[in-house]
């Protein structure tokens, strides 16, 4: 598997200084920001391909001073002009959470960073925090996740496909089994397109966050589940198009008691929304691809950090 190409180069950093809106350069916009040559991070990842894990972020986390300084340095001239674009959405959207006093920067930065994530390739970024591959990209999935924390959550039905996997996700998905994703799922909350032989996820969401905003087609309505989620397989079927479907629901840390691996009643009602929609939903809009969420590519499951 080829690595993910690193987004944010490595270089030491500068914390952030207090203020009120985006601190602007002046750069010639048609030519890329120098970057200055610096020592890379002491805890900055290896460049080689080694395998070492998932890299692990909790939901929760903020990104600090560091990594958004490294952000905002990786993309030069862009940053400023992201950075306009979001205050303006943030007078437009206050669903947004606002930053407490003093974090005014920090929340522009996240907020940039996750604009960055989805305008890129997230499949490839998604890849690299999965096998821990993340090069430099570090700072920019701790700024993605801190992001994400800011942006109103979605309590509803989300779609997501692996292409071609039904095959592997028949061997991988069994009702009661508890799962854990390393990394973003993007997901869509409009019926995606479903080709033969893909797995069909139908997902529950609750803590899902609404990324419509800080995609050029809004219409896609992308839902994207944080890192570190976990999800519960509440049932499976074939499809008549010879493809895998897959009913999951978001399990929240609080749930985790009650999850035994028998669904209740609350889930048997959440199922039965999951499955009207995987049947009655038109497909609207191009397949939100994902990988078999909750396992390796070697097809193990992942196994959660101890809490």
């Known amino acids: ?40 991070p002491d805890d900055a990842p290896s460049d080689d391909n080694t395998p070492t894990g998932p890299h692990v972020l909790a939901a929760d986390r903020p990104s600090t001073p560091e990594e958004r300084q490294l952000v905002r340095v990786s993309l030069g001239w862009r940053y400023d002009t992201e950075a306009r674009e979001i205050v303006v959405l943030l007078a437009e959207r206050p669903g947004i959470r606002t930053a407490a006093a003093g974090q005014a920067d920090a929340m522009v930065t996240e907020l940039v960073a996750l604009r960055a994530f989805l305008a890129a390739d997230p499949g490839a970024l998604v890849t690299a925090q999965r096998t821990g591959r993340i090069g430099t990209d570090g700072p920019l ?25 039904a095959h592997a996700g028949r061997g991988h998905y069994r009702p009661g089994r508890l799962l854990w994703e390393p990394a ?25 966050r609404r990324c419509e905003d800080f995609v050029p087609d809004r219409e896609t309505l992308p839902i994207i589940f944080s890192p570190s989620t976990r999800f519960g397989v509440l049932a499976t079927e074939e499809t008549a198009a010879g493809g895998f479907r897959v009913y999951l ?59």
Request: glycine share 6%; aromatic share 4%.
């Open 1 to 40: 598997m080829t690595p993910a190409q690193p987004l944010v180069p490595a270089q030491s950093a500068a914390p952030d200084e207090p203020s009120t809106a985006p601190e602007t350069t002046e750069t010639d916009p048609t030519t890329p920001t120098e970057l200055p040559n610096a020592p890379a």
């Open 141 to 165: 999935l701790a700024c993605v996740t801190g992001g994400l924390r800011r942006v109103p959550s979605y309590r509803g039905v989300a779609f997501a496909t692996v292409p071609g996997g």
């Open 184 to 208: 973003p799922v993007v997901a869509s909350a409009r019926r995606t397109a479903v080709r033969p032989d893909d797995v069909d996820f139908v997902l529950w969401s609750s803590t899902g």
């Open 249 to 307: 629901t978001e399990v929240r840390t609080r749930d985790l008691h009650r999850w035994t691996g028998e669904t209740a009643e609350a889930d048997d009602r959440i199922l039965t929304r999951l499955r009207d929609a995987a049947r009655n939903a038109p497909a609207a809009g191009p397949s939100a691809a994902v990988p078999l969420i909750g396992f390796k590519p070697d097809d193990q499951p992942f196994t959660p950090p101890a809490d």
